[in-house]
């Protein structure tokens, strides 16, 4: 009876994890008429983007209706000014509750206006010239790692501690390369065991909120299994490592790479 009202909470806590970490791009406001991608203002791989549109209308009409009208709501403040430039505007727009802060960014070419949002902070030039495939592999890792938190109640996960962990991975000298983001791995625990296909099942559900495609099984890497998480044309890996608890209990490690292993 305890383990049933136990999942019922965790059940009823799992939308206000999912409204805080993953609900910023999906709810905030969106310039009547845009369509998606950028129109050419900026380069195709940003098009991949959650959240990028393009509109004919002028860069001080889409401005003055993000300030006066789309923006505050009730789920989002008043947008800060960051840049006024005659082709660029970036905002800092945070949500109600302050609890997560991203940018807007609002660029004029070529009589279109791009809007973009982004987690990070950003000056034209950035966003011009430098090359965006950095950026999109963190944001990938962090649409995943959003979806790992959302299951983490359910399934008792914990953080994989790099220091005090490593050593029990089953096969650790494969995971000393730069490509593994051990930082944010995260572990199960031996008293709440979960299979592999339940583990990657209840995650997919979650990266579906993202448009990922479903999470594709690439084969092993020593006894670790790899699936494949692909958004668009972008796609980075899930590695599932076997390890022991401190206890010797056997455990599985979700591991991050940007690459495929091999």
Known sequence: MQESTQTSQDSTQEPTVAQKIIS???????????????????????????YI???????????????KELLPTENFTRPKPISDEANFKTYEVSNSTGSETNYLYLIFKDNKTAIYLEKENYTLAQLIKEQTEERKNQLLGGFILAGIEQ????????????????DRLEEKEKFKAQKFDLKKAKKTTADNPISEEK????????????????????????????????????????????????????????ILSEEKPS
């Open 53 to 67: 549109f393009h509109t004919e209308d002028n860069l001080a009409s889409v401005a003055s209706k993000f300030e």
């Open 151 to 166: 299951i983490k109640p359910q399934y008792k996960l914990d953080n994989f501690n790099p220091a005090n962990d490593f």
């Open 199 to 254: 583990l990657i099942s209840s995650l997919e559900d979650q990266l579906k909120l993202f448009n990922f495609d479903s999470l594709s099984l690439e084969g092993k890497y020593g006894t670790s299994t790899v699936y494949k998480a692909k958004q668009g044309t972008s796609a980075t890996y899930l590695v599932l490592a076997p390890a022991k608890d401190d206890q010797g209990k056997p455990i599985t490690v979700i």
């Open 24 to 50: 910023f791009f999906a709810t905030f406001p969106r310039y009547p008429g845009a369509e998606k991608g950028s129109g050419g203002v900026l380069r195709p791989e940003f098009d991949d983007a959650t």
